[in-house]
């Protein structure tokens, strides 16, 4: 059972991608990897490699793959947002109920400023939404 390869390949990196042209069709039958850009997902600038003239068909795929990429970031973000909120009740809980002094001595600090600068914008982000809506 042989899969066909896809005709692009996306080196994800941070802020966004290499782009490659994957080619099977040689001699050797071996994969090669064209690189033909470099992409950029929070300016959304698109780099052609070297000498290449992105295509029509290559550009749609780039901005098709973009925008599936910032969908699939912005569920991630959220995701770890309600990771955060499960860290906080577990980190409670610990805190109640099994943290050792010393355990505490160690993060009360760290925890009680990162809670508080969380406070502070959340509610600062309030007030300016419910400013808004007046």
């Not at 990897?33 to 698109?46: H, L």
């Not at 409670?92 to 969380?118: F, G, K, N, P, S």
């Amino acid at each position: 059972m042989s899969a066909e390869l896809p005709e692009f390949y996306f080196r994800v990196r941070e802020n966004g991608a290499t782009v490659f042209r994957v080619d099977t069709e040689n001699r050797q039958r071996r994969i090669e990897m064209s690189e033909i850009a470099v992409v950029n997902i929070r300016n959304g600038q698109i780099k052609p490699h070297g000498d290449h003239e992105i295509s029509a068909e290559e550009l749609e795929v780039i901005e098709d793959w973009m925008d599936e990429r910032t969908t699939v970031l912005a569920t991630r973000e959220i995701d770890d947002i309600y990771r955060a909120i499960d860290y906080l009740n577990l980190t409670t809980h610990w805190a109640q109920t099994r943290a050792e002094e010393d355990q505490l001595d160690e993060v009360t600090d760290a925890l009680l400023l990162a809670m508080h600068d969380l406070r502070t914008v959340l509610v600062r982000k309030k007030a300016d939404r419910l400013l808004k809506e007046d």
